[in-house]
């Protein structure tokens, strides 16, 4: 089992910034791809950003393209995700989540294709 503990959710101004941390613990598997999604009120879990864990190369959503980074730190066994010129339609729940069976190559940007998950942290952004 692997455990995933977000944080760093809060509340900003647009064109703030946040950097969301997302721990990992527990179970090992010989790679991962890390993903970052997010849930607004009323819509779907969608995709934000995905890190393959050993080699680190990267992928994101269009809507948050040239604003938001998603890095790791594998001493700390934590990936991070770095949000620039937030924008009020930024704001929803945001959720750390592993795929250790899919191989980078796959890019994963389904939640169904995850199998691990954090709760989840808020961040607001206000106009």
């Known amino acids: 089992h692997v455990q995933l503990v977000e944080s760093g959710g809060g509340l900003v101004q647009a064109g703030g910034s946040l950097r969301l941390s997302c721990a990992t613990s527990g179970r090992t598997y010989s790679s991962y791809v890390m993903g970052w999604f997010r849930q607004a009120p009323g819509k779907e879990r969608e995709f934000v950003a995905g890190?393959?864990?050993?080699?680190?190369?990267?992928y994101y959503a269009d809507s948050v393209k040239g604003r938001f980074t998603i890095s790791r730190d594998n001493a700390k066994n934590t990936v991070y995700l770095q949000m620039n010129s937030l924008k009020p339609e930024d704001t929803a729940v945001y959720y750390c989540?592993?795929?250790?069976?899919?191989?980078?190559?796959?890019?994963?940007?389904?939640?169904?294709?995850?199998?691990?998950w954090g709760q989840g942290t808020q961040v607001t952004v206000s106009s």
């Open positions: 989540a592993a795929d250790p069976f899919s191989p980078f190559s796959n890019r994963p940007t389904t939640a169904g294709e995850y199998d691990y």
């Open positions: 890190i393959g864990w050993s080699g680190g190369s990267t």
